[in-house]
């Protein structure tokens, strides 16, 4: 099993103006695993993902997808690459179903000769579609004809990890996924990414509930300023030094690789 | 029916839900969910209880011959309506489709005028609306304006001036047969009362629903006005589905232009004044979401027969002017309301939902 990584990130800088949002920032993902993404607000974070995602494109660096590199220049080729994202906000939409948010913005529907927006939909198609999915990630959802806007938040939360679950291929990305969430819906959104982890997808997870960080991740990397300024295996044992790594105590100095 | 303990109970309920969990809220969920369905049945509800009142009022609104009036003078704004409704959707409006209507009869008044020829006449005022309703996309959507209110309040005031500029300020009398005839004439083989432009409202009717239920198209515009971000974000053509609602908006004013055109015979730059009006309200008390996304032809044409038959009634009844205005303010002012309080029942429902899982 020595193949190239899922995800690869090397060396990616991002330039907003004056200010350095990414300074070769590198990173790996394997299939199977969930990689925390640490650092406290500002310290780039999102700025990754978002290039990640083909929100934002970067002025310099690569990203690899098994080992081979993609330019990110929207969000339809990340997509279309295989990685998909959750973002803090979610994207749903409240006036539409569990089925309709699934597959907005790539209904099934026929005929192929025509342009996209003027296919008929295949409801019955997506239904079973989105059900499929829905059972196999064994999600607790209310009647799938309900509209998005009536659910709880951990079930909205549910909603989006499994949209994105049901078309990633090689990466899902997290935002915050727990931190609008009661304990009892963070719990549910945990064990769907754990299962996601299992079905051989590569996570990465951003999110300050250093609990959860220990619990779900195999591997933490520690951003600050737009820098990697460590790595660290979420053990018991490590947790004080990835906190003051986030903060930017003494023991980060000497985790810098770079003077 | 409730009694006033069983209703003081319930409201108990309510306020102690939160506080223990298991049991309680089941119950409230219930009654919160049998509110949430009379708010969406309220509108059909009304208006049958509103044409039941006034067929006892007056022995006059009943008869045929009398809903066929209702009928034909609902057909322009029941067409504005279904337009109106695929920008409101989106979490817009469109201000202008009066004077769109006005426009399109007046540049279809002169082209038959030239041409004599019913089908250039037809041709000519479905072009003037949907190029109208262009201006005001484009317009909103490249223009890069914070709201549509701006661009389509412009276009108000240009098409009707245009249409009085072509027109000299006159009515320009004389519309060929088959504009007339879907106006104005009568489906004989029907009923001698029966409206040709019902047909046309049908019509437009059963294709706007094919493109909102059957469509991809019509998913993305339920799509823009959930979340206009969050459509961006999973790839939806935004900007195109916007321009598109707007066209449509501005080809069903040249529709309805058809139909008043035809009932009048003529094409005058006076039509359609505060049509635009009729048109958001008939939406809005229909059911629909003024804040978009939600909503159905349906709720459009509800609205637009509601609107009409309040009109006709309270004119059956001798009701003056004035007070037909302040009766229509009034069921608005109600609708937008409902409206709001269905969001905070709905909000309510997910937290009691969340308590009682």
Same mark, same amino acid.
């Given at each position: 099993?020595?193949?190239?990584?899922?995800?690869?990130?090397?060396?990616?800088?991002?330039?907003?103006?004056?200010?350095?949002?990414?300074?070769?920032?590198?990173?790996?993902?394997?299939?199977?695993?969930? +990689?925390?993404?640490?650092?406290?607000?500002?310290?780039?974070?999102?700025?990754?993902?978002?290039?990640?995602?083909?929100?934002?494109?970067?002025?310099?660096?690569?990203?690899?997808?098994?080992?081979?590199? !993609?330019?990110?220049?929207?969000?339809?080729?990340?997509?279309?690459?295989?990685?998909?994202?959750?973002?803090?906000?979610?994207? +749903?939409?409240?006036?539409?179903?569990?089925?309709?948010? @699934? @597959?907005?913005?790539?209904?099934?529907?026929?005929?192929?000769?025509?342009?996209?927006?003027?296919?008929?939909?295949?409801?019955?198609?997506?239904?079973?579609?989105?059900?499929?999915? !829905?059972?196999?990630?064994?999600?607790?959802?209310?009647?799938?004809?309900?509209?998005?806007?009536?659910?709880?938040?951990?079930?909205?939360?549910?909603?989006? !990890?499994?949209?994105?679950?049901? @078309?990633?291929?090689?990466?899902?990305?997290?935002?915050?996924?727990?931190?609008? +969430?009661?304990?009892?819906?963070?719990?549910?959104?945990?064990?769907?990414?754990?299962?996601?982890?299992?079905?051989?997808?590569?996570?990465?997870?951003?999110?300050?509930?250093?609990?959860?960080?220990?619990?779900?991740?195999?591997?933490?990397?520690?951003?600050?300023?737009?820098?990697?300024?460590?790595?660290?295996?979420?053990?018991?044992?490590?947790?004080?030094?990835?906190?003051?790594?986030?903060?930017?105590?003494?023991?980060?100095?000497?985790?810098?690789?770079?003077? | 029916?409730?009694?006033?303990?069983?209703?003081?109970?319930?409201?108990?309920?309510?306020?102690?839900?939160?506080?223990?969990?298991? *049991?309680?809220?089941?119950?409230?969920?219930?009654?919160?969910?049998?509110?949430?369905?009379?708010?969406?049945?309220?509108?059909?509800?009304?208006?049958?209880?509103?044409?039941?009142?006034?067929?006892?009022?007056?022995?006059?609104?009943?008869?045929?011959?009398?809903?066929?009036?209702?009928?034909?003078?609902?057909?322009?704004?029941?067409?504005?309506?279904?337009?109106?409704?695929?920008?409101?959707?989106?979490?817009?409006?469109?201000?202008?489709?009066?004077?769109?209507?006005?426009?399109?009869?007046?540049?279809?008044?002169?082209?038959?005028?030239?041409?004599?020829?019913?089908?250039?006449?037809?041709?000519?005022?479905?072009?003037?609306?949907?190029?109208? /309703?262009?201006?005001?996309?484009?317009?909103?959507?490249?223009?890069?304006?914070?709201?549509?209110?701006?661009?389509?309040?412009?276009?108000?005031?240009?098409?009707?001036?245009?249409?009085?500029?072509?027109?000299?300020?006159?009515?320009?009398?004389?519309?060929?047969?088959?504009?007339?005839?879907?106006?104005?004439?009568?489906?004989?083989?029907?009923?001698?009362?029966?409206?040709? %432009?019902?047909?046309?409202?049908? *019509?437009? %009717?059963?294709?706007?629903?094919?493109?909102?239920?059957?469509?991809?198209?019509?998913?993305?515009?339920?799509?823009?006005? /959930?979340?206009?971000?969050?459509?961006?974000?999973?790839?939806?053509?935004?900007?195109?589905?916007?321009?598109?609602?707007?066209?449509?908006?501005?080809?069903?004013?040249?529709? %309805?232009?058809?139909?008043?055109?035809?009932?009048?015979?003529?094409?005058?730059?006076?039509?359609?004044?505060?049509?635009?009006?009729?048109?958001?309200?008939?939406?809005?008390? /229909?059911?629909?979401?003024?804040?978009?996304?939600?909503?159905?032809?349906?709720?459009?044409?509800?609205?637009?027969?509601?609107?009409?038959?309040?009109?006709? /009634?309270?004119?059956?009844?001798?009701?003056?002017?004035?007070?037909?205005?302040?009766?229509?303010?009034?069921?608005?002012?109600?609708?937008?309301?409902?409206?709001?309080?269905?969001?905070?029942?709905? %909000?309510?429902?997910?937290?009691?939902?969340?308590?009682? *899982?």
């Amino acid at each position: 099993m020595s193949t190239a990584p899922t995800l690869a990130i090397r060396d990616a800088t991002k330039r907003f103006g004056a200010v350095l949002a990414l300074d070769s920032v590198s990173l790996e993902v394997s299939a199977g695993t969930v +990689l925390a993404l640490l650092g406290d607000n500002g310290a780039g974070k999102s700025t990754l993902i978002k290039c990640i995602s083909g929100v934002h494109r970067l002025d310099s660096g690569t990203i690899e997808v098994d080992g081979a590199p !993609v330019q990110m220049t929207n969000p339809a080729v990340a997509r279309a690459a295989g990685i998909e994202t959750v973002y803090q906000d979610l994207a +749903l939409f409240d006036n539409l179903d569990t089925t309709a948010n @699934f @597959f907005a913005g790539r209904e099934e529907a026929a005929p192929a000769w025509l342009p996209r927006g003027l296919r008929w939909m295949r409801g019955k198609q997506m239904a079973a579609h989105s059900a499929e999915v !829905v059972g196999r990630l064994k999600i607790n959802l209310p009647a799938r004809t309900a509209s998005v806007g009536m659910m709880s938040g951990g079930q909205r939360q549910a909603i989006a !990890v499994a949209r994105s679950a049901a @078309f990633a291929s090689r990466v899902v990305i997290l935002d915050e996924p727990t931190a609008a +969430l009661g304990l009892r819906e963070s719990r549910q959104v945990l064990d769907l990414i754990l299962r996601l982890r299992d079905e051989g997808c590569a996570v990465i997870v951003i999110s300050h509930a250093m609990d959860h960080v220990m619990e779900i991740a195999d591997h933490a990397v520690v951003m600050r300023r737009g820098r990697v300024v460590g790595e660290a295996t979420p053990e018991p044992e490590n947790r004080a030094r990835i906190v003051s790594l986030i903060v930017g105590g003494e023991d980060s100095l000497s985790q810098r690789s770079d003077p | 029916m409730l009694e006033p303990d069983q209703i003081a109970a319930s409201t108990r309920d309510a306020v102690r839900a939160p506080a223990d969990s298991a *049991a309680r809220p089941a119950g409230t969920v219930r009654l919160v969910g049998l509110v949430l369905t009379l708010l969406r049945l309220g509108p059909l509800l009304i208006l049958v209880v509103l044409i039941a009142v006034l067929s006892n009022l007056s022995p006059v609104f009943f008869t045929p011959q009398n809903l066929g009036n209702v009928l034909t003078q609902c057909a322009a704004i029941a067409i504005l309506a279904i337009g109106q409704l695929l920008v409101i959707l989106t979490r817009g409006i469109d201000l202008s489709v009066g004077s769109t209507l006005a426009l399109s009869a007046v540049v279809g008044a002169l082209v038959y005028a030239e041409t004599a020829s019913g089908f250039a006449t037809i041709l000519a005022m479905l072009l003037t609306g949907a190029l109208v /309703g262009a201006v005001n996309g484009f317009g909103y959507v490249y223009g890069r304006l914070p709201h549509p209110f701006i661009v389509t309040l412009a276009t108000l005031s240009i098409a009707r001036g245009l249409a009085l500029g072509l027109s000299g300020g006159q009515p320009i009398s004389g519309m060929p047969d088959i504009v007339t005839s879907i106006g104005g004439g009568a489906a004989t083989w029907l009923a001698p009362w029966f409206p040709n %432009a019902a047909f046309l409202v049908a *019509a437009v %009717a059963i294709l706007v629903t094919v493109l909102l239920r059957g469509l991809v198209w019509g998913r993305w515009i339920y799509a823009v006005g /959930g979340s206009p971000e969050g459509a961006r974000r999973v790839g939806i053509p935004r900007s195109r589905v916007l321009v598109s609602v707007y066209v449509l908006s501005g080809l069903l004013a040249g529709v %309805a232009a058809i139909v008043t055109s035809g009932r009048l015979n003529a094409g005058s730059p006076t039509f359609g004044q505060l049509a635009e009006l009729d048109a958001i309200a008939a939406v809005v008390i /229909g059911g629909a979401s003024f804040l978009g996304g939600r909503g159905h032809v349906g709720n459009a044409l509800i609205g637009a027969i509601m609107i009409g038959v309040i009109r006709n /009634g309270m004119n059956l009844l001798n009701v003056e002017a004035f007070l037909q205005l302040i009766v229509i303010g009034v069921v608005i002012v109600i609708a937008v309301e409902s409206d709001v309080i269905r969001g905070a029942l709905e %909000a309510r429902f997910r937290v009691l939902k969340a308590a009682s *899982a």
